[in-house]
């Protein structure tokens, strides 16, 4: 458990301050920012990158920042400031690729990325047994003493087991 939860610290570092490069330069530069012209934003509601910078900045940047000073300093509520964080990378990224009607190799990476947070997340939920996880751990223990000889049951309260 200890490894994931430093593969998480990592992650969350890594995503926190790329997405703060990111936003800043889109804030700095809102038409220019890196490169980018503000013809990819075309078929988006936006003129330029300054309110997708904010965004950038603020939720994936400094939330991922938070999340991970909240995993070093062992916080009961990791779980689920990771999960926020996490499924707000992966919606990021889901929305960007429809905005700007284009996947690039980035995209995808940290997509990867996103739902590997996310994964990751759920098992620090799982086992850390908080709501709602402990109320689907106590479902599956009960449906493996109510049917110990079915095999999908079986299966998921023996995955539980190793993982939590």
């Not at 990476?109 to 709501?131: D, T």
Request: glycine letters at 6%; proline letters at 4%.
């Amino acid at each position: 458990m200890k490894k994931l939860y430093k593969i998480m610290l990592f992650l969350h570092l890594f995503v926190g301050i790329g997405a703060m490069a990111g936003g800043s330069a889109a804030i700095i530069s809102p038409k220019l920012p890196m490169g980018m012209t503000v013809d990819t934003l075309k078929y988006s509601p936006f003129n330029n990158f300054l309110i997708p910078g904010i965004i950038l900045f603020v939720v994936l940047g400094i939330g991922n920042i938070f999340s991970a000073i909240m995993m070093f300093l062992k916080s009961k509520y990791q779980g689920y400031i990771s999960s926020v964080f996490s499924f707000a990378l992966v919606i990021w990224i889901i929305v960007q690729c429809i905005m700007l009607r284009t996947i690039v190799s980035l995209h995808v990476i940290f997509l990867i990325i996103g739902l590997i947070q996310s994964i990751i997340s759920i098992i620090i939920l799982f086992n850390q047994h908080i709501f709602p996880t402990n109320i689907i751990i106590n479902i599956i223990s009960k449906l493996s003493e109510k049917y110990p000889n079915n095999t999908i049951i079986k299966t998921i309260y023996t995955l539980g087991k190793k993982f939590i």
